[in-house]
């Protein structure tokens, strides 16, 4: 079992390098106004089932990139005391199947038989991010980021960032969300 976790981590942090393949969402509530949030805080529960809890130097690198995202932005951030909003990261991995058919016809060979397509099955990692803006004030979500995508690799070092850093940079330009849209 630790196995299989390992390797679902390794997955996830597979996903936030591999930046050919994201698909990156959001939605998030019209009724709150993001022109009232100036300060925010992390969420440090551990959620169960979260990939990124297997692997702390990858939550470490998204957290980073998500702060200065969000810096960038004229947020600041607070250890303690009251904020405007807080900050989630979770991230989860899932096995898919994809089946492949290579041609629909078929046809007869006088010295073999009969012939037909080929098909190919083959199983992938999809991996998603999620970054998760809670009001503070209502306590209910405010604006949800999601980056989807086939894992592909990740290692702990400049270069690992800089892809961390890229692929949240991708996520965080919905944020805060220009008013009346979502996607």
């Given amino acids: 079992m630790k196995t299989i976790n390992k390797l ?15 698909n990156v969402s959001y939605d998030y509530d019209r ?50 005391g009251d904020t405007d909003f807080s900050v989630a990261v979770h991230g989860r991995v899932q096995q898919k199947t994809q089946v492949t058919n290579w041609s629909n016809y078929g046809g007869y060979n006088p010295w073999w038989g009969p012939y037909g397509g080929n098909i190919d099955v083959s199983t992938y990692d999809e991996g998603t991010l999620v970054i998760d803006i809670i009001d503070v004030k209502n306590k209910e979500l405010a604006w949800r980021g999601l980056c989807t995508g086939i894992v592909d690799g990740y290692k702990n070092d400049e270069k690992g960032q800089a892809m961390v850093n890229e692929n949240i940079t991708e996520m965080m330009a919905y944020f805060p969300p220009p008013a009346g849209q979502g996607k």
């Fill in 31 to 80: 009724s709150v106004d993001f022109a009232n949030f100036k300060t925010y805080k992390w969420i440090t529960e551990n959620m169960p089932d979260d990939a990124l809890n297997q692997n702390p130097f990858l939550k470490k690198a998204v957290i980073s990139a998500v702060d200065n995202q969000l810096q960038a932005k004229g947020y600041k951030k607070q250890e303690s």
């Fill in 8 to 22: 679902l981590v390794f997955g996830l942090a597979l996903l936030i390098m591999s930046c050919a393949t994201l």
